[in-house]
């Protein structure tokens, strides 16, 4: 029974012997010089089951594979004392008692470059970031990455057959010091060649807009990876490939192979969810076709369903000058708005111009719109023709929880009764978000909106022009359209507007953050009468996009002066220290 059990057990011991790692000790080294050591000692890459042989053989390498791991970091002439051990029934230990020396320092730094190549931004660049090598301790790895830096650079520009004349380090082991030395030369210049598309379901102009190229201009790898880019954005396309081979060249020009497959479906829909204690449950669908014929056009159906918003909005999409930014769009809508102190009917249609202009996007567009309406105690109905223009600009790092990024979108918009309209307006709206990194887990999301209306007489305006705060997209912790002054004790809107929101979140999980939130603001026609919620949220960013939860409380009832009220009406009902819930799915950036 002792013998049966004793086997197992060598062999238990065996086979941990034959998968331990042996010990090897540097003494004397940084962290980083001891880790570059690793990387060039063979010796570290054998178990406590290696022959004795060939632990002695690379023993005997060790001392060079050392000292040129430390040259490589600079530090040549380093003194190394080795011992190897092979104690009885253990693992054999190597260790290595090292002095590295002084480091040797780049004193002078020559790189030339000749021209043309020379005078290209990204190369010259690279050029003077070469001057930071000197008077520091030599690093050949920053070397290499400099030389094949300069060789990627030069080769993105079409400089295919860029090759170094010199390349050398110089050390002077003695002097502690070292010169190095470049010289690239370019050759000639590679151009775009030919060319060819594959694929022929959209006109040839609009397919051009997207290659920011020419036959026969510089060839230039930024412009190839732009014109894949611009392919894949565009939403025409199900599969692109883009083909640019220096071995096809004919001479010195690059011929270019474009491949454009359709999407396998011509109509696409979204939907989305949410809901709050305020306004109920709501339910948005979507259909988009982005490739409605072969000259580009597009259409989109966008519906709304809640107790206070259901519309419906028809969009007919035409491709101007360029599809990348630069398109006509006509549609036509209807809606019902409803709140706890206004009611309104809206048939609209419209026309506007998009495009770019510089860093920004500019909207030109009009507006008709006639809207039936009750709020507080008056009936009434508008037509206004508005013309207006916005300017938007937007970016953030990531579609998914972005770290950073901004949006601003600025509209300013009017009517005149000598253009068509019951009543004459200026209108001014300016909404803005930020997102920050404040940690790698956590961030700050900042929000402000902004409106001004000048108006003779403000009681002429429908519903939908004047200004309302209150709701998960303005001032959580309070109901929809709950903050504004008031008429027979109901919120009538104003004509002023300012809101603002500070909301932390901290990411625990993947995908998954917690949020605390601070939303103030107030809609006005005189002075301001701020009010204040506060909350906290749970963010879960699903398959199907961002899913928030937040639990909002009003810190104080919302305080006007009553504009008009032959019954003495009290305000309308709303308290401070009342709870709302609110839950909705999609992007809020």
């Given at each position: 029974m002792?013998?049966?059990?004793?086997?197992?057990?060598?062999?238990?011991?065996?086979?941990?012997?034959?998968?331990?790692?042996?010990?090897?000790?540097?003494?004397?080294?940084?962290?980083?010089?001891?880790?570059?050591?690793?990387a060039?000692?063979?010796?570290?890459d054998?178990?406590?089951?290696?022959?004795?042989?060939?632990?002695?053989?690379?023993?005997?390498?060790?001392?060079a594979?050392i000292?040129?791991?430390?040259?490589?970091?600079?530090?040549?002439?380093?003194?190394?004392?080795?011992?190897?051990?092979?104690?009885?029934?253990?693992?054999?230990?190597?260790?290595?008692?090292?002095t590295?020396?002084?480091?040797?320092?780049?004193?002078?730094?020559?790189?030339?470059?000749?021209?043309?190549?020379?005078?290209?931004?990204?190369i010259?660049?690279l050029?003077?970031?070469?001057?930071q090598?000197k008077?520091?301790?030599?690093?050949?790895?920053?070397?290499?990455?400099l030389?094949?830096?300069?060789l990627?650079?030069?080769?993105?520009?079409?400089?295919?057959?860029?090759?170094?004349?010199?390349?050398?380090?110089?050390?002077?082991?003695?002097?502690?010091s070292?010169?190095?030395?470049l010289?690239?030369?370019?050759?000639?210049?590679?151009?775009?060649?030919?060319?060819?598309i594959?694929?022929?379901?959209?006109?040839?102009?609009l397919?051009?807009?997207?290659?920011?190229?020419?036959?026969?201009?510089?060839?230039d790898?930024?412009?190839v990876a732009?014109?894949?880019?611009?392919?894949?954005?565009?939403?025409?396309?199900g599969?692109?490939?883009?083909t640019?081979?220096?071995d096809t060249?004919?001479?010195?020009?690059?011929?270019?192979?474009?491949?454009l497959?359709?999407?396998a479906?011509?109509?696409?829909?979204?939907?989305?969810?949410?809901?709050?204690?305020?306004?109920?449950?709501?339910?948005?669908?979507?259909?988009?076709?982005?490739?409605?014929?072969?000259?580009?056009?597009?259409?989109?159906v966008?519906?709304?369903?809640?107790?206070?918003?259901?519309?419906?909005?028809f969009?007919y999409?035409?491709?101007?000058?360029?599809?990348?930014?630069?398109?006509?769009?006509?549609?036509?809508?209807?809606?019902?708005?409803e709140?706890?102190?206004?009611?309104?009917?809206?048939?609209r249609i419209?026309a506007?111009?998009?495009?770019?202009?510089?860093?920004w996007?500019e909207?030109d567009?009009?507006?008709?719109?006639?809207?039936?309406?009750?709020?507080?105690?008056?009936?009434?109905?508008?037509r206004?023709?508005?013309?207006?223009?916005?300017?938007s600009?937007?970016?953030?790092?990531?579609?998914?929880?972005?770290?950073?990024?901004f949006?601003?979108?600025?509209?300013?918009?009017?009517?005149?009764?000598?253009?068509?309209?019951?009543t004459?307006?200026?209108?001014?709206?300016g909404?803005?978000?930020?997102?920050e990194?404040l940690?790698?887990?956590?961030?700050?999301?900042?929000?402000t909106?902004?409106?001004?209306?000048?108006k003779?007489?403000?009681?002429?305006?429908?519903?939908?022009?004047?200004?309302?705060?209150?709701?998960?997209?303005?001032?959580?912790?309070y109901?929809?359209?709950d903050?504004?002054?008031?008429?027979?004790?109901?919120?009538?809107?104003g004509?002023?507007?300012?809101?603002?929101?500070?909301?932390?979140?901290?990411?625990?999980?993947?995908?998954?953050?917690?949020?605390?939130?601070?939303?103030?603001?107030?809609?006005?026609?005189?002075?301001?009468?701020?009010?204040?919620?506060?909350?906290?949220?749970?963010?879960?960013?699903?398959?199907?996009?961002?899913i928030?939860?937040?639990?909002s409380?009003?810190?104080?009832?919302?305080?006007?002066?009553?504009?008009y009220?032959?019954?003495?009406?009290?305000p309308?009902?709303?308290?401070?220290?009342?709870?709302?819930?609110?839950?909705?799915?999609?992007?809020?950036?």
């Amino acid at each position: 029974m002792v013998r049966s059990i004793a086997i197992p057990a060598l062999l238990a011991a065996a086979l941990f012997a034959a998968h331990a790692s042996a010990e090897v000790e540097f003494i004397g080294v940084t962290d980083a010089q001891s880790a570059n050591i690793k990387a060039f000692l063979g010796l570290s890459d054998l178990g406590c089951d290696a022959p004795e042989w060939l632990v002695r053989w690379q023993m005997r390498q060790a001392d060079a594979q050392i000292a040129s791991s430390l040259e490589a970091l600079g530090f040549y002439g380093a003194q190394i004392v080795d011992s190897l051990e092979f104690p009885p029934g253990a693992c054999w230990q190597a260790r290595f008692q090292i002095t590295p020396g002084e480091p040797v320092i780049v004193r002078a730094v020559n790189v030339t470059v000749d021209q043309p190549l020379g005078a290209e931004s990204s190369i010259a660049t690279l050029v003077q970031s070469a001057s930071q090598l000197k008077d520091k301790p030599l690093n050949h790895a920053r070397y290499e990455d400099l030389k094949r830096d300069l060789l990627a650079a030069a080769q993105s520009l079409g400089y295919f057959d860029a090759t170094f004349e010199a390349s050398r380090v110089l050390v002077d082991a003695q002097a502690h010091s070292a010169t190095v030395t470049l010289n690239l030369v370019g050759g000639a210049r590679f151009s775009f060649g030919e060319i060819e598309i594959v694929g022929d379901f959209l006109v040839r102009r609009l397919i051009d807009a997207y290659i920011p190229f020419h036959t026969g201009e510089p060839y230039d790898a930024s412009l190839v990876a732009r014109l894949r880019r611009n392919l894949a954005d565009s939403g025409y396309f199900g599969r692109t490939f883009v083909t640019a081979d220096r071995d096809t060249a004919v001479g010195h020009a690059i011929p270019i192979r474009i491949e454009l497959y359709p999407r396998a479906r011509a109509w696409t829909y979204a939907f989305g969810v949410g809901y709050a204690t305020d306004t109920g449950p709501r339910i948005r669908i979507d259909a988009d076709n982005d490739l409605l014929n072969d000259r580009g056009h597009r259409a989109s159906v966008k519906s709304v369903i809640s107790t206070e918003h259901t519309s419906v909005d028809f969009q007919y999409k035409i491709p101007h000058l360029n599809p990348l930014n630069d398109w006509f769009i006509f549609d036509a809508g209807i809606a019902h708005l409803e709140s706890t102190t206004s009611n309104s009917d809206i048939k609209r249609i419209g026309a506007r111009h998009t495009y770019e202009r510089g860093a920004w996007v500019e909207t030109d567009f009009v507006d008709l719109t006639h809207e039936d309406f009750k709020i507080a105690d008056q009936f009434g109905a508008s037509r206004l023709l508005l013309f207006g223009t916005t300017f938007s600009r937007f970016w953030r790092d990531r579609p998914t929880r972005p770290t950073e990024g901004f949006r601003i979108d600025t509209t300013v918009r009017g009517g005149s009764q000598s253009l068509g309209s019951d009543t004459d307006l200026v209108q001014l709206l300016g909404t803005g978000k930020v997102i920050e990194r404040l940690t790698e887990h956590t961030r700050v999301l900042v929000r402000t909106t902004a409106g001004w209306t000048w108006k003779d007489k403000f009681s002429d305006l429908p519903p939908s022009i004047r200004f309302f705060a209150g709701g998960d997209a303005s001032i959580r912790g309070y109901a929809f359209q709950d903050v504004g002054p008031e008429r027979q004790g109901n919120v009538v809107g104003g004509s002023r507007l300012l809101t603002g929101s500070v909301e932390f979140d901290y990411q625990f999980r993947t995908d998954w953050a917690a949020a605390l939130f601070v939303d103030s603001g107030s809609a006005f026609d005189e002075e301001p009468h701020f009010v204040t919620g506060v909350g906290a949220g749970i963010r879960w960013y699903s398959p199907v996009g961002p899913i928030r939860v937040d639990f909002s409380y009003n810190l104080n009832p919302p305080i006007y002066p009553v504009i008009y009220d032959f019954n003495n009406n009290p305000p309308h009902s709303a308290q401070a220290g009342h709870f709302n819930f609110f839950f909705s799915i999609g992007q809020t950036f």
